[in-house]
């Protein structure tokens, strides 16, 4: 009996070896080979994972890549912990790209021991722009931006802000208000956007940053009372104004650019033909469709697009997070 | 009432047809070990960009319902809950079933979660609007009084002592605070990369579960000659009903602890079947059946399990704010047929809304009908796997599983490590339940505190903040009177049991000690860290975890002289070659890719632990480790397009 275990032991190791033999070496002329891994660093049912799964969703098509896209997810720590998975451990032939919130992972590499950081990180095209908005509860007291602030300005440090987590967008925006109007605000940062949401809604903030996508699905449960961008946003909201417009000097550095991204060490040739088939890819009117329908605002950038406004928010940012 | 104008289009020909394949679909993923509800819905999104809105919707929904049905299926007969709803009903469900009650325990368990879900759905229906405003007013101070509830709870899951409960309760409260901080942004208590992203509640439930599970598996294959397990009773589907509808009081506690539960937003319905246990238990005039096989104990956790699915959308549909973690989801599946949450959906898109609302009825009745005609045989047939057949595709299943959360082998070597260190654990009296609880709590008992602190530090203070409020106050209350209420039971049992009986549990002392040095190692890297407000819990924890080790040491102090020293506690010399091909399978899976390590894992687990191979009983095995595994590729690979781990 035991004679024959270790016959069939044999057997099966002999198998393995044969089995394991090295795999020839993906070649850049014919990717991609398999389905794209795209990893999300935030939870199923959010705003960035819903949007990646609509943008990639015609991945497939022999147009764009002719291999799907496949989204998964790796929440945690305002996106920390599956950028620091990306940037250290995914691979590097291009069949595993993940998607890149900025300023949050900006931000964060200038704040935290990261392991990620725009240096090792290669955009490969953006598709959509979600500008921080500032809202209140339906029943607040304050109709506008102006009015918050000179609240705020009387009672120094007694404005609670709700955002969607440390050094995302929302508290980026949060920090510039802080900064713009010489005002000090109680930055409270919840584990995501819709718990952020919820606080306001419930009144258990006085205030609130989150996407702009977000707030304007919620109608009149809420007030919307400025838009934390250079422009009004004029598909969705039409009627807010800008920071700016309320003499509020407050840009677009808040804004959630999403997009994909590749790790560097990909094969420059795998990056040039994604950036150039997941550009067109975003910009199919199925996506844009489904897009619009979600209420999903659409920013299409290239990668050398990218590149240039991730180096400029690195500068911003650097300045921003330095004086706290 | 307006859902009858609609409820027509659920029976279309393509509507139904989903919902029949949703729900058997349903019903086997959630079986699964690491198939999550939350998993199944994010997996079947994509299909539904080829559906209209209703249909795809109908697909989620029956999916949804199945799933936390189905989790209870696995945990009933292997003893491994599906998903985290299903903890609770594991703990009588799988007694039951040794006892040779599986196929009833399955009957209760389908008949209560159509009970639970028929009246959850309709909570959903005609109370949406007073329960949403309800659900907003759980803001941190809330949330946090919710989840302090929740451990509550935890000194009476299953363990052999109340105090080795709440030790066990603390240690899961404390695992959830490793990886990064999601409030201070700081890393705590990353000794080991594999820790760096936290402890997925999903892979600790696959590890404290599953993997003590195998090894009993394999101990058994190897100290009995024939692989059977246990006896399975015939019993009549009529007298499971007369029974169950008999247990009033139990499904009443089950359906309302899961409808209050279901609306709060983010309790995330994962401890509604756990607080139904807890309280029938209480109310239960003899205590101590259950953990043994009571029927009540798994009518209880699936009726709440179920009710908890319709309420959960409650503040979903009107505030796109979802009450659990798979609501999270089903919210992309609207979003993306341009369905935002609020009054909308009631009027300009009632035909989608009611369709969905109304396929979720019908959905419970098809998951009662196919439940209950797959109990007998599944119940029949799983008792008869022979164990290491058992033990070789829990283990497969739980590495994908484990794997497939969110693509990572460090989840894997997690889920190993983890695991193995509980079945040592069990031995000594620690159950997995109430460290589960706790890693779930953790996170919402933290961070709400920590927020609602920043709200309160520049508002009136912490005190008037987290007690006044009635919602507060009466969630105040209730954990006064559980609490209240478990003590005083203790005190009770300890007078009627003469002292020093009750406690001769095994390895008491081995336990106790191990314990203390435990939370000495807490206390130390606590104490070790820089003391930045991000270990002020951890600190807590450590105390806590101290002060139980020192109570278990104490009493095993006191009858030292009497105890006699634990039998036999690990059966290492039985379960040497099991942990040798899983540490293998481990190691070639990367290079060699998931399908290929685990077709080896499988036949070599089978193969080391069938008694007197042969030639013949060797190309079976081999067969069959084929076919399985060409079964899980098509069902993960091909269809649902699940990533494994290595090229294949």
Redesign the interface.
Known sequence: ?IL??IK??IL?AA??TV??AP?ATVLAADFPN??I?V?VAY????AT??QA??AT?MAGNEKYLNM?M?I???????G??GW??YASSASQDGHQLAAYNVPHFIAQSL???TSYNINNLEPIANWGADPAVLIVPADSPFNSATELVAWAKANP????VSGA???VGHHIAGLQLDKAANIST?Y????GG??A???V??S??MAGFNNLS?AF???D?IKILAVADNQREETFLPNVPTFKEQGIDIDDSSVNFRGIMARTGTPPEVIDFLAERVHAMFQDAKVAG?MK???SPMRIMTRAQVQNMWAERQVYLDGLLADL | MEIFDYIGAIFSVSNLTVLILATAGGLILGALPGLSPTMAVALLIPFTFQMDAATGLVLLGAVYTATVAGGAISGILVNIPGAPANIATVLDGHPMAKKGKATQALHFCFISSFVGGIIGVLVLIFFTPPLAKLALRFGPSEMFWMAIVGVTVIGTLGSKSVVKGLFSGVLGLWISTIGISPIFGESRFVFTDHLTGGVHIVVALIGLFAVPQIYQLLVTSRQKSSGGLFATEKTSLLSSIRYNLSRFKALTIGTLSGVIVGIIPGAGGQIAGLVAYDQVRKFSPDASKFGHGEPDGVIAAESANNAMVGPSLVPLLTLGIPGSPTAAVLLGGLLINGLFPGPDLFTVHAQVTWTFIGSLLVAQVFMLIIGLALSRSSSYWVMRVPSQYMAAAVTVLAVFGTYSIQNSYSDVVLMLVLGSLMYVLNKYGFSAAPIVLGIILGPIAEDNFSMGKMIADVGDGALPYFLTGSVNLVLIFVCVVSIGYSVWVEIKQRRQVAPGMKRSAPGTRVAAIGAFIASLVVWGMVMSADGSQAYDFPFLLAVLMFAFAAILLIDALRMWARQKSGPGLVEWSDLGMGIAVIVGYLLIMQTSGFYLASWIAFSAIVLFYTTDINRQKTTRIVLVSLGFMTAIYVLFSLSLRVITPGFF
């Open positions: 009996m024959k275990k069939s032991s099966i198998v393995t089995l394991l795999s398999a389905p891994q990893a939870g199923p049912g959010g994972d819903f799964r609509i969703m799907p496949v998964f997810n790796k929440p945690g720590a305002g920390q912990k620091n998975w704040k935290f021991d440090g007694k404005l609670t987590g440390l050094y109680q409270i940062p919840a584990g819709v718990p949401m919820k606080m809604l419930g258990q903030v977000d699905r919620q109608g449960r489904k329908a979600g209420g």
